[in-house]
């Protein structure tokens, strides 16, 4: 079956919140299924020698790229959710309090140094590693996000736009945005720089509690459209589908010259 | 589970569209039933197609039939739902649609795919098809035997093979309607149809409705509904192109997790049908009964009856059930699917409350 860009949005909205595909039952409380989950993971990225300070003691960012709880570790929260049509693209992060999440990826933290990590943000949104981000790297990042495929390991790294952790239709989203002028510099979006988090360990259990996220627009369930029967959509939404945040834009144009026109009549 | 408070915002919302809706509606969806025959005979018909006698329009009063609507309505935002029978078994399927090409309309249809050799693929791509959906209800033996058709199976896959090869389509579906028989065959049909260049893929449930009702031995158990959404949903989950239908309101658990859109049955808000002697309908899959007729197209016109009749689908059923108006799902669900409302104890022939939520 294809792949396309909303089924890798659909899986990327899941992500956010967390799921992977497991039985039905192991959501059931006290399941003998439940899938056992890791405690707090550190990832440590050797390759490139891009993290060969930690033993320096020199300051760090650390990114946590995954939300997952197990009994013990109650209340981590973060939830985001991507729209899968409509325009303009956005995603909405939120940040409730929700009972016990009973599945998914073990939360990793990644550490990354923060010298680094500036450079790094200068070059963010350079898919293609050819020193310049225009279009070809948001073509570049979706065949990214759909395909897995990095021109390097570097390429990799400045394709997390918002440093979560994470490649994904958040990241696309941000690279689009700055393609049309919408924002001047991925800085503000880092996920490192907005979260606040905390974490306490003891000899028993570790609380883990995310209170900052992006804000961005919020989701309108209405701009989804309804299938009756065949995976139809009417023309329009083909169009926005093709066209991504180029529509609003073109769509602001047509309505401008609608209305110049109406003036000079 | 996503957010639950997300998804009752959401909800929320979509009720506000829905009363919008039923104020202001907007046609999207037009089904054409062009036949009631069909070279097959699907325990589960919801429509009692077979080799029957079927009443059907001419290439020229279809032709009449859509310059109007576009004359009155335009073509824009608005797919035609080409539908049976097997629509396929008109000799002059290409005349009519090749018209509704002419005039600028974009359609889709759904077929058993039975008859798609290499000539019709292109045939239907020289008369502008978009998408289709071909319905694949299990494993071979058991499409056969549900289709009591033998061959089906391969002659329905060969179909799909002739649409694959002319990439030209811009969505090409497999529909599978299962069954407490076939629900067992999900993992081997995923891998059949993961290898295959398809778009998507929909599972549905066999609807109590039609011939179906006759069969009530392969009507989903409670347990064959749970495993069916967490099929699809697992499939979602792992970015695979997989989907639930429009019927049913899900309930918080697997609303817009099974499917890329919250539930809103949109007979009569965004959809209305022609049956094949012309009658004006809201969605052809409600109980043909007389007091859904809205009009006939060979003496009424369609956008005044769209305009001004149909206020007989433009309201929620659940206030016609005691249960349902007192449910805490009522704003949600209006009463769950026009299509699958049982008209004579005025109650849901399929409510999924305790069943998945």
């Given at each position: 079956m294809k792949k396309s860009i909303f089924t890798v949005m659909t899986a990327a909205m899941f992500a956010a919140a967390n799921l992977s595909a497991v039985p039905a039952d192991a959501a059931d409380n006290g399941g003998s299924s439940r899938p056992k989950v890791d405690p707090v993971e550190t990832v440590t990225i050797s390759d490139q020698n891009w993290n060969n300070k930690e033993e320096k003691g020199e300051q760090k960012v650390t990114t946590t790229t995954a939300a997952i709880t197990t009994q013990e570790l109650t209340r981590l929260t973060t939830t985001s959710i991507v729209t899968l049509y409509g325009p303009p693209w956005m995603f909405t992060t939120t940040t409730t309090t929700m009972p016990v999440l009973l599945y998914g990826p073990p939360l990793t933290t990644t550490t990354i140094d923060k010298e680094l990590n500036e450079s790094l943000m200068k070059l963010k949104g350079d898919v293609n590693d050819d020193q310049i981000i225009d279009t070809f790297d948001a073509i570049a990042l979706r065949r990214a996000i759909l395909f897995d495929e990095y021109k390097s390991e570097r390429a990799k790294l400045l394709s997390d736009i918002n440093s979560d952790g994470k490649i994904d239709v958040t990241d696309l989203v941000l690279l689009h945005r700055f393609l049309l002028g919408a924002i001047k510099d991925f800085k503000e979006y880092n996920s490192s720089g907005l979260s606040n988090k905390t974490t306490t360990k003891d000899k028993n259990k570790s609380t883990t509690t995310t209170t900052a996220a992006v804000v961005t627009t919020s989701y309108d369930p209405r701009s989804d459209i309804v299938v009756t029967l065949y995976g139809i959509k009417p023309s329009i939404d083909k169009i926005k589908e093709i066209t991504g945040n180029a529509f609003d834009n073109i769509k602001e144009m047509a309505e401008a010259v609608e209305e110049e026109q109406q003036e000079d009549k | 589970m996503l957010d639950v408070n997300m998804k009752r915002t959401h909800l929320e919302q979509m009720n506000d569209y829905r009363r919008l809706l039923m104020k202001k509606p907007e046609l999207r969806n037009l089904f054409l039933e062009l036949t009631l025959r069909c070279n097959e005979r699907c325990l589960h018909c919801g429509s009692q197609c077979g080799d029957v006698s079927s009443e059907e329009l001419s290439v020229e009063q279809y032709r009449q039939f859509l310059a109007q609507l576009k004359e009155d309505m335009s073509t824009e935002g608005k797919m035609l739902d080409i539908?049976?029978?097997?629509?396929?078994?008109?000799?002059?399927?290409?005349?009519?649609?090749?018209a509704a090409h002419e005039l600028g309309f974009e359609w889709g249809m759904t077929s058993n795919g039975t008859l798609i050799d290499e000539y019709v693929a292109k045939e239907l791509k020289r008369t502008g098809m978009k998408t289709i959906s071909i319905s694949i209800d299990g494993l071979e033996a058991t499409h056969d035997e549900f289709r009591r058709t033998p061959g089906g199976y391969k002659k329905a896959m060969e179909g799909i093979e002739n649409l694959i090869r002319l990439d030209c389509f811009e969505h090409i579906q497999v529909t599978s309607v299962i069954t407490h028989k076939s629900i067992t065959e999900l993992d081997e049909l995923y891998k059949i149809f993961n290898e295959m260049d398809i778009d998507s893929w929909r599972v549905v449930n066999m609807e109590p409705m039609g011939r179906a009702k006759?069969?009530?031995?392969?009507?989903?158990?409670?347990?064959?509904?749970?495993?069916?959404?967490?099929?699809?949903?697992?499939?979602?989950?792992?970015?695979?192109?997989?989907?639930?239908?429009?019927s049913h309101y899900l309930g918080m658990e697997y609303e817009r997790e099974v499917r890329d859109w919250y539930f809103l049955c949109t007979a009569g808000l965004y959809t209305a049908s022609i049956s094949a002697n012309g009658d004006i309908t809201a969605c052809l899959d409600i109980e043909r009964r007389p007091e859904f007729v809205q009009g006939n197209i060979l003496r009424d016109r369609f956008s005044e009856v769209w305009e001004?009749?149909?206020?007989?689908?433009?309201?929620?059923l659940s206030d016609d059930n005691p249960t349902c108006a007192k449910c805490d799902q009522k704003e949600f669900c209006h009463g769950d699917s026009y299509h699958s409302w049982d008209f004579d104890s005025h109650k849901p022939q399929l409510c999924f409350k305790d069943i998945l939520f």
């Open positions: - | 539908t049976g029978g097997e629509p396929l078994l008109r000799k002059d399927f290409f005349d009519i649609l090749g006759t069969h009530p031995e392969l009507l989903l158990t409670d347990d064959d509904y749970r495993t069916l959404m967490e099929f699809i949903r697992n499939k979602r989950i792992a970015g695979e192109p997989v989907s639930y239908g429009c001004n009749k149909f206020s007989v689908f433009r309201r929620d």
